[in-house]
């Protein structure tokens, strides 16, 4: 069996999860592949987790962010450039994640800083149990993946903002995120890099497995390559396969105050009641038919209420197209 080394050669997301997806469809079912990437400005969801109840989307997608849905279970994780992640794609007979972790563990602990292990298969600083790498899973057939993250010197500011919606007008029935005090190893060694991290991975991965070689995207099937990333970058993948649940949105307009209740399913309105003190009720009692079976995305539901060909409804429209759909 050989043990391959693969350093990311982008920061997009949906490009290094679909690296990651080929890895699991090829190499990883005879070889221990350790692939190394970055993510710029991303939020990163569990399979089956809601987004929009997990995620501020439009503050994110707003800002130059993207949202990415990940093909393992967990909690959902932002990642910047401050952030490693790995993944050990391996036969499903080499699994053994006390031993891809003690890589990690192994690898930090060269840079003065000691580590251990927790219930939920995370890393975490010893004496204060601060958390600095989580890790998610997938199983499939002959073949394993374990990856997590490495938060080096992440932006804790973003990554509050992003992963902190409020829920005053949003009701979920999705997976809540375990919010866990976390750790950027800088705090705790100054000199720590990211290209650092990734060469004391590299090194503990061949003390652990043995010797590596060196592989590149470029060795990969490119046009399965492509297809998988189209996959993780389409909305239906992301954001359509969210769990059912409702949300509430209002506003007040010159005109009059609108209450939006929404049942979704699928990522796409399954039911619509509207509420509201505005004179011209006949308007009002289109916007429910014409929101039912629109995608649940700012510019869907805007496109949608312009059908009715109202001023007011395209008033509603425009806040609708603008406004934080998390419920805020």
């Known amino acids: 069996m050989r043990n391959w080394v693969l350093m990311g050669d982008s920061d997009n997301a949906w490009h290094n999860l679909a690296v990651e997806a080929l890895l699991f469809e090829g190499p990883g079912r005879r070889d221990r592949v ?3 990437w970055q993510n710029r400005n991303t939020v990163v969801i ?3 987790q809601n987004a929009w109840k997990e995620c501020r989307v439009k503050l994110l997608e707003d800002e130059g962010g993207r949202l990415v849905r ?6 959902a994780v932002y990642h910047d450039m401050g952030n490693l992640n790995f993944s050990f ?11 891809q972790l003690e890589v990690v563990r192994r690898a930090v602990a060269q840079f003065g800083i000691s580590a251990g292990f927790t219930g939920r298969n995370d890393l ?3 004496g204060t149990g601060a958390k600095f790498s989580g890790n998610a899973f997938r199983f499939s057939g002959d073949v394993a993946l374990h990856h997590g993250t490495v938060m080096v010197n992440v932006d804790k500011e973003k990554l509050g ?23 950027n190893l800088s705090e705790l060694s100054p000199g720590i890099t990211i ?3 990734a060469r004391a991975l590299e090194a503990a991965f061949e003390e652990e497995y043995g010797p590596v070689e060196g592989l590149t995207v470029n060795a990969l099937d490119r046009d399965r390559l492509r297809a998988l990333e189209a996959e993780y970058a389409s909305w239906d993948f992301r954001l359509g396969k969210a769990l059912p649940f409702d949300a509430t949105l209002e506003h007040r307009f010159e005109w009059g105050g609108v209450t939006l209740e929404i049942s979704l399913k699928g990522g796409v309105i399954a039911s619509a ?8 009720e006949a308007m009002i009692a289109r916007i429910a038919p014409a929101l039912t079976g629109a995608r649940y995305e700012n510019r869907a539901l805007g496109a949608a209420l312009r059908t009715i060909g109202h001023p007011q409804a395209d008033e509603l429209a425009d806040w609708l197209e603008n406004t934080d759909l998390g419920g805020h």
């Not at 794609?89 to 031993?99: A, C, K, M, S």
């Not at 009641?273 to 011209?280: E, L, Y």
């Open 70 to 75: 990940r093909s393992s279970g967990g909690g």
């Open 195 to 197: 290209p650092g991290l």
């Open 89 to 99: 794609v391996l036969p499903r007979t080499e699994y053994d994640v006390r031993r």
């Open 46 to 48: 569990g399979r089956h």
């Open 161 to 183: 903002r992003y992963l902190a919606p409020d829920d005053g007008k949003l009701r979920a029935k999705g997976i809540d995120s375990v919010r866990a005090r976390v750790v």
């Open 34 to 36: 350790l692939y190394l």
């Open 124 to 126: 975490v600083v010893e």
């Open 273 to 280: 009641r509207v509420f509201s003190d505005a004179m011209d």
